[in-house]
T-cell receptor, first 111, second 117 residues
């Protein structure tokens, strides 16, 4: 069973920030939050991951709430190429390496 | 970032034949590779976990005798769909984890689209 809940779909205007929420209320202390995205007919692409601190890289920012029960992926300046299905996944940092994909959020960037 | 390739990118075969799909980590060594299957408009479903030099671990409901996995080296894993049937038509995706470090990110291949006629 997927351990995360995401909205089915979202739209965002090109050039604006896209904020994708994820609920993971049953997350354990040793589980990280990972974000991947899948552009149509391609393999998933790693975006970012975090434990409890906010993280930022060249692709996105990840904001994790203090209680770690939810997080938000932020694409600061969305482009048409960011149209994809975004998956939020929780996974232990050690041992079991499986990634269990839920249904994700289909993000559509509007010109 | 780390690169994972798959070959072929797409394949069409006749029912009853076998098809082999290769997954390679191009710039890192991977002790663990994963095989996923994705049907249209659905999410990725893990089929099996492949460890170099040992037998693969299959997820519940995945027939190990039908989906043969070989992970003979630290950079190559193969998935063979034996006696393929039209219901095996799907998008097959592999991923690999770099060998070093306890916290490992999986990197995915571009996928192989299989059509069984």
């Amino acid at each position: 069973d997927a351990k995360t809940t995401q909205p089915t779909s979202m739209d965002c205007a090109e050039g604006r920030a896209a904020n994708l929420p994820c609920n993971h209320s049953t997350i354990s202390g040793n589980e990280y939050v990972y974000w991947y995205r899948q552009i149509h007919s391609q393999g998933p692409q790693y975006i970012i991951h975090g434990l409890k601190n906010n993280e930022t890289n060249e692709m996105a920012s990840l904001i994790i709430t203090e209680d770690r029960k939810s997080s938000t992926l932020i694409l600061p300046h969305a482009t048409l190429r960011d149209t994809a299905v975004y998956y939020c996944i929780v996974r232990p940092s050690f041992g079991n390496e499986k990634l269990t994909f839920g249904t994700g959020t289909r993000l559509t960037i509007i010109p | 970032g780390a690169v994972v390739s798959q070959h072929p990118s797409r394949v069409i075969c006749k029912s009853g034949t076998s098809v082999k799909i290769e997954c390679r980590s191009l710039d890192f060594q991977a002790t663990t590779m994963f095989w996923y299957r994705q049907f249209p408009k659905q999410s990725l479903m893990l089929m099996a976990t492949s460890n170099e030099g040992s037998k693969a671990t299959y997820e519940q409901g995945v027939e190990k005798d039908k989906f043969l996995i070989n992970h003979a080296s630290l950079t190559l894993s193969t998935l063979t769909v034996t006696s393929a049937h039209p219901e095996d038509s799907s998008f097959y995706i592999c991923s690999a984890s770099p060998r070093q470090g306890a916290l490992e990110t999986q990197y995915f291949g571009p996928g192989t689209r299989l059509l069984v006629l």
